[in-house]
């Protein structure tokens, strides 16, 4: 299964820490590459999560063009051309952002 980056904040963390940790820690990448652009927020309610449910912020990153890095923690689909066993409610995210553009 594919799923799309994500993971806690810290406590006393902010949004753009968050942020650089978590491409550094799930794609191996320094920030600086990219441009991310946070488009919204919403819960996922889902009945079979003991944590309770969870509020996604999601953020899009962008590359140069021609500057899709290379990392050996993920592999990178274009936004149109995302695997077909990608998590389903990753793929919900995905919509709600191609829906805002």
Known sequence: MW???G???????EQDEFLRRLILKE??????????LRFGGFVHNNPHEERGHLIHMPWVVEFPEG???E???ARFFRIYQLPDNTIR???TIVSRYLASK
């Open 67 to 69: 500057m899709l890095p």
């Open 71 to 73: 990392s050996e923690k």
């Open 3 to 5: 799923h799309l980056p």
């Open 7 to 13: 993971g806690y904040v810290l406590a006393g963390e």
């Open 27 to 36: 794609l191996g990448l320094e920030h600086s590459l990219a441009i991310a």
């Open 89 to 91: 409610h990753h793929l």
